[in-house]
């Protein structure tokens, strides 16, 4: 059986409802042979994403960042899960052949290209290829944002699908 986590960090109504959704997608009963595994972003660890096939993160998007809960996750697991970084401090390709899919939801009130930058600087020196568009949500959470979150979680399941 292989296994998605999902990471993320929901301290809102908006952001706690784009996760339901997104686990409700990744658990589709369509989709056979996959495991989902939720973590809070400051409970996830290493050893989730080792044991991880893809992973998909949600975040809000704070002061032009991700969440400070979701940083930490990156901070304290970015080595261990085959980060890379070149002389300058920036990115450097991993050297792993093997990339793991990822995607990313994103839930700001008036903005969210901050926090999407701010996660994909980091996952671009981690051994993953983004395998679906991101999804960022602004404002209030509607049907379509849910809709669309379900769509992201089934698609990172699916992609992994036995």
């Known amino acids: ?13 908006g952001t706690a409802r784009l996760a339901e959704a997104a686990l409700a997608g990744a658990r589709d009963e369509s989709i056979a042979g996959v495991e989902v595994v939720e973590r ?5 660890t290493a050893e ?7 992973v998909l993160l949600g975040t809000s998007a704070n002061f032009g960042y991700m969440s400070g809960a979701l940083k ?10 085959g980060g890379a970084l070149d002389a300058g401090g920036g990115g450097a390709a991993s050297a ?11 839930h700001g009130r008036y903005d969210t290209t901050g926090g999407v930058r701010s ?3 980091i996952v671009q020196a981690l051994p993953w290829t983004q395998a679906a568009p991101v999804l960022e ?4 959470v509607d049907r379509a944002a849910l809709d669309r979150a379900y769509e992201l979680g089934a ?8």
Request: proline share 3%; net charge negative; glycine share 6%.
């Open 1 to 13: 059986m292989t296994r998605l986590l999902v990471v993320h960090h929901s301290p809102t109504s």
């Open 40 to 44: 809070a972003a400051l409970s996830a």
């Open 48 to 54: 989730d994403v080792l044991g991880a096939d893809a």
């Open 72 to 81: 930490h996750f990156f901070d304290s697991t970015f080595l261990q899960i």
């Open 96 to 106: 792993s052949g093997s990339r793991k899919p990822y995607g990313l939801w994103v």
């Open 119 to 121: 996660v994909q600087s």
């Open 137 to 140: 949500v602004m404002g209030d």
């Open 155 to 162: 698609t990172l399941s699916a992609l992994i699908a036995d």
